[in-house]
T-cell receptor
Framework: EAEVAQSPRYKITEKSQAVAFWCDPISGHATLYWYRQILGQGPELLVQFQDESVVDDSQLPKDRFSAERLKGVDSTLKIQPAELGDSAMYLC????????????FGPGTRLTVL | GQQVMQIPQYQHVQEGEDFTTYCNSSTTLSNIQWYKQRPGGHPVFLIQLVKSGEVKKQKRLTFQFGEAKKNSSLHITATQTTDVGTYFCAGGSTLGRLYFGRGTQLTVWP
């Protein structure tokens, strides 16, 4: 069964450093999402892509976060500089059509900022 | 903005007891999805409800979508230890965005 791939699975960094996360969605899935999940809470959308275009980045802290999906396939989420409050699980999800079908989540990247 | 509230936050039951979690939205939803997240894992899709008043069953799990498409519930009959995890509802907007509730963390005592 096809899966969403994410790397790294774990990342420890010091505040003010730059970090980057990678996501490879299920083949053929045009819609890609990046979520942040703080311990004890539900996933919160950071950015939504449709192919290579950003559809929704209203919750993305653009002063330090950036996301790209240049060829409409895999995607990178970057944080620069990282802050203590960025410690969380960063989840990538994809779906084949935006209004129907399920979202398939990757295993996530657990970020710890020291 | 759109909000999805989910209660209770925690539920502890003895194996064999029933469990229910409730989800309420401040606005009418296009659809609602339910996910299960095991400890240390990622959310896994369970089901999607689209129609007003819809009821779907998956073995011991029963999902309902309210008539006004603003609330939903998940009921598990005769819980088992394998049901342990956090159950999230997620309200879908017309633009395909999901608004997740905080989840209900279920603990099942053997």
């Amino acid at each position: 069964e096809a899966e969403v791939a994410q790397s790294p699975r774990y990342k420890i960094t010091e505040k003010s450093q730059a970090v980057a996360f990678w996501c490879d969605p299920i083949s053929g899935h045009a819609t890609l999402y990046w979520y942040r999940q703080i311990l004890g809470q539900g996933p919160e959308l950071l950015v939504q892509f449709q192919d290579e275009s950003v559809v929704d980045d209203s919750q993305l802290p653009k002063d330090r976060f950036s996301a790209e999906r240049l060829k409409g396939v895999d995607s990178t989420l970057k944080i620069q500089p990282a802050e203590l409050g960025d410690s969380a699980m960063y989840l990538c999800a994809s779906r084949s059509r935006p209004l129907t079908d399920t979202q398939y989540f990757g295993p996530g990247t657990r970020l710890t900022v020291l | 903005g759109q909000q999805v509230m989910q209660i209770p936050q925690y539920q502890h039951v003895q194996e064999g007891e029933d469990f229910t979690t409730y989800c309420n939205s401040s606005t009418t939803l296009s659809n609602i999805q339910w996910y299960k997240q095991r400890p240390g894992g990622h959310p896994v899709f369970l089901i999607q409800l689209v129609k007003s008043g819809e009821v779907k069953k998956q073995k011991r799990l029963t999902f309902q979508f309210g008539e006004a498409k603003k609330n939903s519930s998940l009921h598990i009959t005769a819980t088992q230890t394998t049901d342990v995890g956090t159950y999230f509802c997620a309200g879908g907007s017309t633009l395909g965005r999901l608004y997740f509730g905080r989840g209900t963390q279920l603990t099942v005592w053997p």
